[in-house]
C-alpha cells in the first residue's frame, strides 16, 4: 500500500509540473474545451456523477462541459497531496 501511495505522489507531482511548465497551452486547451462540445451531454452527466462517486465530492455539480470536468478533476488529483496547487490553477480558467 505503501508503494501504491508513493507512486501516486509522485504522479500528482509530475502532472502538476507539466501543467507548470506548459501553463499557456493548458489555459488555451481549457478555452477551447469550455465552449466546445467535445461530448454529448450523456457522457458528460456520466462522466460527472461517477467522479463526484470517486473524489466523494459535489465539486463536479456545477460542470457543464467536459472541459470543465477535465479542469476539476485534475485540481482534485493535483491537490489530494499539494496544497499550493491552488496556485498552479489559478491561472487556467
Given at each position: 500500500?505503501?508503494?501504491?501511495?508513493?507512486?501516486?505522489?509522485?504522479e500528482?507531482?509530475?502532472?502538476?509540473?507539466?501543467?507548470?511548465?506548459?501553463?499557456?497551452?493548458?489555459?488555451?486547451?481549457?478555452?477551447?474545451?469550455?465552449?466546445?462540445?467535445?461530448?454529448?451531454?450523456?457522457?458528460?452527466?456520466?462522466?460527472?456523477?461517477?467522479?463526484?462517486?470517486?473524489?466523494?465530492?459535489?465539486?463536479?455539480?456545477?460542470?457543464?462541459?467536459?472541459?470543465?470536468?477535465?479542469?476539476?478533476?485534475?485540481?482534485?488529483?493535483?491537490?489530494?497531496?499539494?496544497?499550493?496547487?491552488?496556485?498552479?490553477?489559478?491561472?487556467?480558467?
Amino acid at each position: 500500500v505503501a508503494t501504491m501511495e508513493q507512486y501516486q505522489m509522485e504522479e500528482r507531482s509530475l502532472i502538476a509540473n507539466r501543467i507548470k511548465a506548459s501553463i499557456r497551452r493548458v489555459q488555451n486547451l481549457f478555452v477551447v474545451m469550455n465552449v466546445d462540445r467535445v461530448s454529448s451531454d450523456e457522457k458528460v452527466v456520466l462522466l460527472k456523477r461517477d467522479l463526484a462517486r470517486h473524489h466523494k465530492t459535489k465539486a463536479f455539480n456545477a460542470c457543464t462541459t467536459m472541459g470543465q470536468i477535465v479542469y476539476e478533476n485534475l485540481r482534485l488529483v493535483v491537490d489530494k497531496d499539494f496544497r499550493a496547487s491552488s496556485q498552479t490553477f489559478d491561472g487556467i480558467r
